[in-house]
Protein backbone atom coordinates (compact mmCIF):
# COMPACT_ATOMS: atom_id res chain seq x y z
CA UNK A 1 0.00 0.00 0.00
CA UNK A 2 1.28 3.40 -1.14
CA UNK A 3 1.86 5.65 1.95
CA UNK A 4 0.13 8.86 2.36
CA UNK A 5 0.64 11.64 0.26
CA UNK A 6 3.20 14.22 2.38
CA UNK A 7 5.60 14.76 0.55
CA UNK A 8 8.81 12.23 2.30
CA UNK A 9 12.21 13.88 3.65
CA UNK A 10 15.07 12.18 2.34
CA UNK A 11 18.04 12.93 4.19
CA UNK A 12 21.19 11.72 1.92
CA UNK A 13 24.63 11.26 4.25
CA UNK A 14 27.89 11.63 1.80
CA UNK A 15 28.19 13.60 -1.40
CA UNK A 16 30.69 11.37 -3.10
CA UNK A 17 30.05 9.05 -6.06
CA UNK A 18 27.33 7.04 -4.67
CA UNK A 19 25.72 9.71 -2.65
CA UNK A 20 25.16 12.54 -5.45
CA UNK A 21 24.14 10.10 -7.52
CA UNK A 22 21.37 8.39 -4.72
CA UNK A 23 20.52 12.29 -4.42
CA UNK A 24 19.72 13.05 -7.55
CA UNK A 25 18.16 9.68 -8.28
CA UNK A 26 15.22 10.49 -5.98
CA UNK A 27 13.72 12.97 -8.09
CA UNK A 28 12.09 10.06 -10.07
CA UNK A 29 9.07 10.92 -7.64
CA UNK A 30 7.83 14.51 -7.21
CA UNK A 31 6.82 13.78 -3.38
CA UNK A 32 10.42 13.50 -1.99
CA UNK A 33 12.18 16.05 -0.11
CA UNK A 34 16.04 15.37 -0.80
CA UNK A 35 18.74 17.20 1.57
CA UNK A 36 22.34 16.18 0.65
CA UNK A 37 24.77 16.34 3.57
CA UNK A 38 28.35 16.88 2.84
CA UNK A 39 31.55 18.26 5.22
CA UNK A 40 32.49 20.33 1.97
CA UNK A 41 30.96 22.82 -0.52
CA UNK A 42 32.38 21.21 -3.71
CA UNK A 43 32.23 17.43 -5.04
CA UNK A 44 35.76 15.69 -5.08
CA UNK A 45 36.68 12.90 -7.50
CA UNK A 46 38.86 10.75 -5.47
CA UNK A 47 39.88 8.94 -8.43
CA UNK A 48 41.85 12.06 -9.13
CA UNK A 49 43.15 12.75 -5.66
CA UNK A 50 46.57 11.58 -6.75
CA UNK A 51 46.67 13.89 -8.91
CA UNK A 52 45.51 16.71 -6.62
CA UNK A 53 48.94 15.46 -4.91
CA UNK A 54 51.22 15.43 -7.13
CA UNK A 55 49.46 18.93 -8.61
CA UNK A 56 48.44 17.53 -12.28
CA UNK A 57 44.94 18.18 -11.64
CA UNK A 58 42.05 19.14 -9.87
CA UNK A 59 39.66 16.84 -8.53
CA UNK A 60 37.16 19.52 -7.30
CA UNK A 61 33.96 20.45 -8.84
CA UNK A 62 30.90 22.54 -7.98
CA UNK A 63 27.65 21.07 -6.93
CA UNK A 64 25.56 23.70 -8.12
CA UNK A 65 27.11 21.65 -12.05
CA UNK A 66 25.75 18.27 -10.52
CA UNK A 67 22.64 18.33 -8.11
CA UNK A 68 19.38 18.16 -9.57
CA UNK A 69 16.86 20.78 -8.63
CA UNK A 70 15.19 21.11 -5.55
CA UNK A 71 18.18 19.47 -3.41
CA UNK A 72 19.23 21.10 -0.60
CA UNK A 73 22.57 20.83 0.40
CA UNK A 74 24.03 21.09 3.57
CA UNK A 75 27.36 22.04 4.20
CA UNK A 76 28.20 20.22 7.55
CA UNK A 77 29.34 16.89 9.09
CA UNK A 78 26.96 14.16 10.50
CA UNK A 79 27.53 13.25 14.09
CA UNK A 80 24.39 10.73 15.05
CA UNK A 81 21.85 9.34 13.45
CA UNK A 82 19.32 8.47 16.09
CA UNK A 83 16.96 5.73 14.39
CA UNK A 84 14.46 6.05 17.23
CA UNK A 85 13.75 9.44 16.18
CA UNK A 86 14.46 9.90 12.74
CA UNK A 87 16.23 12.68 12.93
CA UNK A 88 20.38 13.49 12.13
CA UNK A 89 22.09 15.46 14.56
CA UNK A 90 25.37 17.74 12.87
CA UNK A 91 28.16 19.22 14.25
CA UNK A 92 27.07 22.39 13.91
CA UNK A 93 24.22 21.80 16.52
CA UNK A 94 21.82 21.94 13.85
CA UNK A 95 19.65 18.53 13.22
CA UNK A 96 17.85 17.01 10.16
CA UNK A 97 14.67 15.12 10.59
CA UNK A 98 14.23 12.14 8.40
CA UNK A 99 11.34 9.34 6.90
CA UNK A 100 14.28 7.41 4.88
CA UNK A 101 17.89 8.13 5.55
CA UNK A 102 20.59 7.02 2.82
CA UNK A 103 23.98 6.81 4.37
CA UNK A 104 26.75 6.92 2.03
CA UNK A 105 29.53 8.31 3.69
CA UNK A 106 31.90 6.21 1.98
CA UNK A 107 35.73 5.54 3.07
CA UNK A 108 38.50 6.77 4.16
CA UNK A 109 42.68 6.26 4.36
CA UNK A 110 43.98 3.04 6.68
CA UNK A 111 46.92 4.08 8.03
CA UNK A 112 47.24 1.39 10.97
CA UNK A 113 47.89 2.53 14.58
CA UNK A 114 49.94 -0.97 14.92
CA UNK A 115 52.65 0.15 12.79
CA UNK A 116 54.92 2.93 14.38
CA UNK A 117 55.32 6.36 12.99
CA UNK A 118 52.72 5.30 10.65
CA UNK A 119 50.36 7.46 11.96
CA UNK A 120 52.66 10.14 12.96
CA UNK A 121 54.86 10.40 9.56
CA UNK A 122 52.77 8.74 6.72
CA UNK A 123 50.70 10.91 4.46
CA UNK A 124 47.75 9.43 2.25
CA UNK A 125 45.61 9.99 -0.48
CA UNK A 126 42.09 8.83 0.41
CA UNK A 127 40.56 12.42 0.88
CA UNK A 128 40.88 15.58 -0.42
CA UNK A 129 42.47 17.55 2.85
CA UNK A 130 45.31 14.91 3.07
CA UNK A 131 46.01 14.89 -0.16
CA UNK A 132 45.96 18.66 -0.40
CA UNK A 133 48.61 18.56 2.66
CA UNK A 134 50.67 15.89 0.35
CA UNK A 135 50.86 18.37 -2.05
CA UNK A 136 52.41 20.89 -0.11
CA UNK A 137 54.57 18.90 1.58
CA UNK A 138 55.96 17.47 -2.11
CA UNK A 139 55.74 21.31 -3.13
CA UNK A 140 58.65 21.61 -0.21
CA UNK A 141 60.54 18.46 -0.94
CA UNK A 142 63.83 18.46 -2.95
CA UNK A 143 63.06 17.00 -6.30
CA UNK A 144 65.67 14.08 -6.07
CA UNK A 145 64.60 13.80 -2.12
CA UNK A 146 63.59 9.54 -1.94
CA UNK A 147 59.92 9.20 -1.54
CA UNK A 148 58.26 5.87 -0.45
CA UNK A 149 54.52 4.62 -1.39
CA UNK A 150 53.41 1.76 0.63
CA UNK A 151 50.96 -0.36 -1.01
CA UNK A 152 51.16 -2.44 -4.29
CA UNK A 153 47.29 -1.63 -4.91
CA UNK A 154 45.94 0.11 -7.79
CA UNK A 155 45.99 3.96 -6.05
CA UNK A 156 49.11 3.25 -4.83
CA UNK A 157 50.78 2.27 -8.51
CA UNK A 158 48.63 5.66 -9.74
CA UNK A 159 50.51 7.81 -6.92
CA UNK A 160 54.18 6.38 -7.39
CA UNK A 161 53.53 6.58 -11.49
CA UNK A 162 52.24 10.18 -11.11
CA UNK A 163 55.40 11.49 -8.66
CA UNK A 164 57.64 9.11 -10.99
CA UNK A 165 56.77 10.89 -14.89
CA UNK A 166 57.95 14.17 -13.07
CA UNK A 167 61.33 12.79 -12.01
CA UNK A 168 60.80 12.20 -8.63
CA UNK A 169 62.82 9.43 -6.56
CA UNK A 170 60.16 6.72 -5.43
CA UNK A 171 60.40 3.35 -4.16
CA UNK A 172 57.11 1.35 -4.40
CA UNK A 173 56.54 -1.36 -1.31
CA UNK A 174 54.04 -3.52 -2.30
CA UNK A 175 53.67 -6.28 0.56
CA UNK A 176 52.83 -9.48 -1.38
CA UNK A 177 52.99 -8.47 -4.78
CA UNK A 178 52.09 -5.57 -7.26
CA UNK A 179 48.65 -5.04 -8.85
CA UNK A 180 47.15 -8.29 -7.31
CA UNK A 181 43.94 -7.22 -9.16
CA UNK A 182 44.99 -7.17 -12.71
CA UNK A 183 45.91 -10.33 -14.88
CA UNK A 184 49.40 -11.45 -15.07
CA UNK A 185 49.85 -9.99 -18.28
CA UNK A 186 48.46 -6.75 -16.82
CA UNK A 187 50.69 -6.83 -13.51
CA UNK A 188 53.90 -7.34 -16.09
CA UNK A 189 52.76 -4.36 -17.92
CA UNK A 190 52.79 -1.77 -15.17
CA UNK A 191 55.66 -3.33 -13.59
CA UNK A 192 57.59 -2.53 -17.08
CA UNK A 193 56.25 0.87 -16.64
CA UNK A 194 57.41 1.46 -13.52
CA UNK A 195 61.12 -0.06 -14.00
CA UNK A 196 61.19 2.47 -17.43
CA UNK A 197 60.47 5.19 -15.14
CA UNK A 198 62.74 3.89 -12.21
CA UNK A 199 60.31 3.34 -9.87
CA UNK A 200 62.07 0.74 -7.10
CA UNK A 201 59.50 -1.82 -6.71
CA UNK A 202 59.62 -3.79 -3.61
CA UNK A 203 57.77 -7.26 -3.46
CA UNK A 204 56.99 -9.98 -0.68
CA UNK A 205 58.30 -7.52 1.85
CA UNK A 206 55.67 -4.88 4.28
CA UNK A 207 56.62 -1.49 5.71
CA UNK A 208 57.06 -2.26 9.53
CA UNK A 209 57.86 1.58 10.39
CA UNK A 210 57.72 4.96 9.67
CA UNK A 211 59.87 7.33 10.91
CA UNK A 212 60.64 11.19 9.67
CA UNK A 213 62.94 10.50 7.06
CA UNK A 214 63.06 6.69 6.66
CA UNK A 215 60.98 3.43 6.50
CA UNK A 216 62.08 0.20 8.14
CA UNK A 217 60.84 -2.95 6.07
CA UNK A 218 59.79 -6.18 8.14
CA UNK A 219 63.22 -8.04 7.44
CA UNK A 220 64.90 -5.06 9.22
CA UNK A 221 66.24 -3.55 6.53
CA UNK A 222 65.71 0.74 6.55
CA UNK A 223 66.46 2.82 3.66
CA UNK A 224 65.87 6.48 3.23
CA UNK A 225 62.36 8.24 2.83
CA UNK A 226 62.30 12.14 3.17
CA UNK A 227 58.09 11.57 2.13
CA UNK A 228 56.04 8.10 3.48
CA UNK A 229 52.90 8.01 1.07
CA UNK A 230 50.47 5.24 2.71
CA UNK A 231 48.10 3.91 0.55
CA UNK A 232 47.77 0.29 1.69
CA UNK A 233 44.08 -0.43 2.42
CA UNK A 234 40.73 1.46 3.68
CA UNK A 235 38.79 2.85 6.51
CA UNK A 236 35.23 3.38 7.27
CA UNK A 237 34.26 6.42 8.60
CA UNK A 238 32.59 5.57 12.50
CA UNK A 239 29.17 6.81 12.13
CA UNK A 240 26.89 3.91 11.90
CA UNK A 241 28.87 2.31 14.69
CA UNK A 242 28.53 5.28 16.97
CA UNK A 243 25.07 5.34 16.11
CA UNK A 244 24.06 2.15 17.76
CA UNK A 245 23.80 0.64 14.12
CA UNK A 246 25.58 -2.91 13.40
CA UNK A 247 28.04 -3.12 11.36
CA UNK A 248 30.93 -5.24 9.83
CA UNK A 249 34.31 -5.48 11.53
CA UNK A 250 35.59 -2.55 9.11
CA UNK A 251 32.56 -0.37 10.06
CA UNK A 252 30.11 -0.79 7.46
CA UNK A 253 26.98 -0.76 7.58
CA UNK A 254 25.38 -4.46 7.48
CA UNK A 255 22.33 -4.51 5.24
CA UNK A 256 20.43 -7.06 3.67
CA UNK A 257 20.94 -7.80 -0.08
CA UNK A 258 18.57 -4.41 -1.01
CA UNK A 259 20.69 -2.61 0.75
CA UNK A 260 18.29 -1.53 4.18
CA UNK A 261 20.31 -1.72 7.37
CA UNK A 262 19.88 -5.09 9.06
CA UNK A 263 18.59 -2.72 12.32
CA UNK A 264 16.27 -0.40 10.17
CA UNK A 265 14.14 -0.70 7.31
CA UNK A 266 13.89 3.46 7.20
CA UNK A 267 18.09 3.35 6.71
CA UNK A 268 19.80 2.42 3.43
CA UNK A 269 23.18 2.34 2.80
CA UNK A 270 25.37 2.89 -0.68
CA UNK A 271 29.01 2.55 -1.65
CA UNK A 272 32.25 1.78 0.02
CA UNK A 273 30.25 2.15 3.64
CA UNK A 274 27.44 -0.82 2.68
CA UNK A 275 27.99 -4.82 4.17
CA UNK A 276 25.32 -6.06 2.11
CA UNK A 277 24.68 -9.45 3.60
CA UNK A 278 28.12 -9.38 5.27
CA UNK A 279 29.90 -9.46 1.57
CA UNK A 280 30.81 -5.83 0.46
CA UNK A 281 31.36 -5.60 -2.93
CA UNK A 282 35.11 -3.84 -4.21
CA UNK A 283 35.29 -0.90 -2.67
CA UNK A 284 35.62 1.10 -5.76
CA UNK A 285 34.42 4.13 -8.09
CA UNK A 286 32.60 1.96 -10.24
CA UNK A 287 30.71 0.25 -7.87
CA UNK A 288 29.56 3.31 -5.91
CA UNK A 289 27.53 4.74 -8.71
CA UNK A 290 25.60 1.54 -9.41
CA UNK A 291 25.16 1.17 -5.30
CA UNK A 292 23.84 4.69 -5.22
CA UNK A 293 21.28 4.10 -7.78
CA UNK A 294 19.81 1.06 -5.81
CA UNK A 295 20.01 2.62 -2.66
CA UNK A 296 17.70 5.62 -4.08
CA UNK A 297 15.69 2.95 -5.90
CA UNK A 298 14.86 0.52 -2.84
CA UNK A 299 14.02 3.95 -0.40
CA UNK A 300 11.41 5.20 -3.60
CA UNK A 301 10.53 1.37 -3.51
CA UNK A 302 9.70 1.77 -0.01
CA UNK A 303 7.78 4.95 -0.72
CA UNK A 304 5.39 3.47 -2.92
CA UNK A 305 4.65 0.28 -0.77
CA UNK A 306 6.29 -2.21 -3.42
CA UNK A 307 9.30 -4.87 -2.46
CA UNK A 308 12.92 -3.09 -3.07
CA UNK A 309 14.85 -5.39 -5.73
CA UNK A 310 18.36 -7.17 -4.53
CA UNK A 311 22.25 -5.77 -5.72
CA UNK A 312 22.52 -6.84 -9.63
CA UNK A 313 26.05 -5.39 -10.86
CA UNK A 314 28.41 -7.22 -13.44
CA UNK A 315 31.88 -5.96 -12.66
CA UNK A 316 33.67 -4.81 -16.57
CA UNK A 317 37.88 -4.46 -15.05
CA UNK A 318 39.67 -1.52 -14.22
CA UNK A 319 40.99 1.31 -15.07
CA UNK A 320 44.64 2.55 -14.05
CA UNK A 321 46.53 5.86 -14.89
CA UNK A 322 50.51 5.79 -15.26
CA UNK A 323 51.19 9.40 -15.08
CA UNK A 324 49.50 11.81 -17.53
CA UNK A 325 50.15 9.88 -21.02
CA UNK A 326 50.08 6.23 -20.21
CA UNK A 327 47.19 3.66 -18.19
CA UNK A 328 45.58 0.53 -18.43
CA UNK A 329 42.65 -0.73 -18.84
CA UNK A 330 42.43 -4.23 -17.47
CA UNK A 331 39.45 -6.43 -18.67
CA UNK A 332 37.30 -8.74 -16.57
CA UNK A 333 34.87 -10.73 -16.32
CA UNK A 334 31.01 -9.94 -14.53
CA UNK A 335 32.11 -11.57 -11.55
CA UNK A 336 35.28 -9.35 -10.90
CA UNK A 337 38.32 -11.71 -11.75
CA UNK A 338 40.25 -10.94 -14.61
CA UNK A 339 41.16 -11.87 -17.73
CA UNK A 340 43.87 -12.07 -19.12
CA UNK A 341 43.55 -8.63 -22.11
CA UNK A 342 44.29 -5.40 -21.14
CA UNK A 343 44.45 -2.22 -23.57
CA UNK A 344 47.57 0.27 -22.43
CA UNK A 345 50.04 3.16 -23.30
CA UNK A 346 48.17 6.17 -24.30
CA UNK A 347 45.15 4.85 -25.36
CA UNK A 348 45.18 3.41 -21.92
CA UNK A 349 45.58 6.72 -20.24
CA UNK A 350 42.53 7.70 -22.54
CA UNK A 351 40.43 5.40 -21.64
CA UNK A 352 41.27 5.99 -18.20
CA UNK A 353 40.24 9.86 -18.54
CA UNK A 354 36.90 8.97 -20.57
CA UNK A 355 35.97 6.37 -17.84
CA UNK A 356 36.67 9.41 -15.51
CA UNK A 357 34.68 11.89 -16.99
CA UNK A 358 31.70 9.61 -17.74
CA UNK A 359 31.18 9.20 -13.80
CA UNK A 360 30.63 12.37 -13.77
CA UNK A 361 29.16 13.53 -16.94
CA UNK A 362 26.56 10.24 -18.31
CA UNK A 363 25.95 8.95 -14.67
CA UNK A 364 26.01 11.89 -11.76
CA UNK A 365 24.86 15.06 -14.55
CA UNK A 366 22.65 12.97 -16.41
CA UNK A 367 20.51 11.31 -13.51
CA UNK A 368 20.24 15.16 -12.29
CA UNK A 369 18.78 16.29 -15.75
CA UNK A 370 16.85 12.82 -16.27
CA UNK A 371 16.37 10.64 -12.26
CA UNK A 372 16.01 7.18 -13.19
CA UNK A 373 17.36 6.74 -16.27
CA UNK A 374 20.88 5.32 -15.30
CA UNK A 375 21.73 1.27 -15.87
CA UNK A 376 24.47 -0.67 -15.38
CA UNK A 377 25.83 -4.10 -16.18
CA UNK A 378 24.63 -6.89 -14.55
CA UNK A 379 25.18 -10.42 -13.48
CA UNK A 380 22.12 -11.93 -11.71
CA UNK A 381 21.44 -11.52 -7.80
CA UNK A 382 24.30 -12.46 -5.65
CA UNK A 383 24.10 -16.34 -3.73
CA UNK A 384 23.57 -15.09 -0.03
CA UNK A 385 21.18 -16.32 3.13
CA UNK A 386 18.65 -13.91 3.58
CA UNK A 387 18.87 -11.19 5.97
CA UNK A 388 16.19 -10.34 8.57
CA UNK A 389 15.52 -6.63 9.04
CA UNK A 390 14.03 -5.12 12.28
CA UNK A 391 11.34 -2.65 11.25
CA UNK A 392 11.57 1.12 12.34
CA UNK A 393 14.50 1.22 14.82
CA UNK A 394 17.97 0.53 15.38
CA UNK A 395 19.36 -1.16 18.82
CA UNK A 396 21.57 0.21 20.80
Not at 236 to 254: E, F, H, M, Q
Not at 327 to 338: A, C, N, S, V
Request: glycine letters at 12%; hydrophobic letters at 40%.
Amino acid sequence: MTENLASKKVVVIGGGYAGTLAANRLRSRDDTDVTLVNPRPKFVERIRLHQLAAGTGDPTIDYGTLLGDGIQLVVDSAEHIDAATRRVRLASGAALDYDYLVYAVGSTGATPASVPGAAEYAFDVAEFEPAQRLRAELARLSPDAPITVVGGGLTGIETAAELAEQGRKVTLVCGRTLAPYLSEPGRRYVARWLTRHDVAVIEGDTVAGVRSQAVVLSGGTEQPSALTIWTAGFAVPGLAAASGLRTDGLGRLLTDETLTSVDDDRIVAAGDCAAPSGRPLRMSGYAAGPLGARAADTVLSRIAGTEPAVIDLGFTGACVSLGRRAGIRQLGRKDDTMVDLYVSGRLGALIKEVTCRFVVSKRIRLEARKPGTMTWPKTGPRAVEPVAIRSGVASS
